[in-house]
Structure formats: structure tokens, C-alpha cells
């Protein structure tokens, strides 16, 4: 399964004042990571440069090179952001969420399909995987250690051992 060079991380959503800066929404787990990028990516693989950004009310302040003013930040509106994966180092047992979705969910012991990850939820305590069977069903995956018994990413798979009587909900 080949991994996405370049990953969405977040998407202009209004211009903010005059002198070209734009507000980001973040579409990581928190915004000061989205903040600490010097160059992030359109998806045609352009570079954007940032001279700077921070952090206001979960959303982030950036002011892209040569936008410099709200008429030119304006036409930004609606653009994804994109981060190149060679930028980051995770740690140890965390993946991008991108990674996850499109994986084959497998039962740890009986090698059993349950179906392909479909969706990644945060719900604060843990986040909540949404894996859709062949027939359809869906069926909710707490992911914590207990459960999450191993991902591999470049087979495609992602192995489990699901709680009693989880599948009976």
C-alpha cells in the first residue's frame, strides 16, 4: 500500500485584516503543529512559504509569502494545505490518520476480515474507528492499546482483538 507523499493538513478559511494573513482550520489533532511549518504545499505540489503563523482559538494565523494584502488573501479562500510526510517524524506507534483509512481490519487470532477502516474519530478520551464490512455494517473500534494489537501499514492491514460482545451492538 503505498503511502501519500504530501498529507492534508488544513484548509484557508477567511482572509484576517488587511495585510494578506489568512485563518487556517486545522485539520490535525492540535494547531500549534500546523503552526510549526515554514513550507507547506498546494495540491498541484506548489510550495507555500510561510513567514509566519500562530495560534488563535484553535485555528491558525498565517501569512503566506507574497500575499500581501486581503484582496490577494481573499483568492486563497477555500485552498487545502497540504504537509510533505518527509517533514515530520512520528513517534514510535503513531501514524498519520491518513494512513489508517483504507485499512484491512483483521481479527489478531483468527485472522477473520472484519472490513476496511473507513473513518477516524476524536472523541477525547480515545479516538473511535469506523470499519465498514463487505455487507455494509459498520462497526465501532475503540483505539487503544487492548484493542489496537498491531498496525502495518505497508501490508495494509490492521490487527485486532475485539472486546466481548462488541460485534453484538
Known amino acids: 500500500m503505498a503511502k501519500k507523499q504530501y498529507l492534508e493538513i488544513g484548509k484557508i478559511s477567511s482572509v484576517h485584516g488587511i495585510r494578506g494573513e489568512v485563518k487556517v482550520t486545522p ?37 503566506i509569502s507574497g500575499c500581501g494584502s ?10 487545502v494545505l497540504y504537509m510533505d510526510r518527509n517533514d515530520v517524524e512520528l ?20 485472522d477473520e476480515v472484519y472490513g476496511i477502516l473507513t473513518e ?16 455494509g455494517r459498520e462497526i465501532l473500534i475503540p483505539a487503544i492499546p487492548s484493542v489496537i494489537m498491531k498496525n502495518d501499514i505497508d501490508s495494509g492491514k490492521m490487527y485486532v482483538k475485539l472486546p466481548d460482545g462488541l460485534l453484538d451492538i
Open 91 to 110: 513517534p514510535q506507534g503513531c501514524y498519520f490518520v491518513q494512513d489508517l483509512i483504507g485499512l484491512t481490519v483483521v481479527d489478531s487470532e483468527t
Open 27 to 63: 485539520w490535525c489533532d492540535e494547531p500549534e503543529f500546523l503552526a510549526g511549518f515554514d513550507r507547506l504545499y498546494y495540491k498541484s505540489g506548489t510550495p507555500v512559504d510561510i513567514e509566519y503563523s500562530r495560534v488563535f482559538k484553535n485555528t491558525v494565523i498565517m501569512k
Open 70 to 79: 486581503a484582496d490577494e488573501a481573499g483568492k486563497l479562500r477555500g485552498r
Open 120 to 135: 477516524v474519530s476524536q472523541t477525547g478520551a480515545n479516538d473511535v474507528y469506523a470499519v465498514r464490512s463487505e455487507s
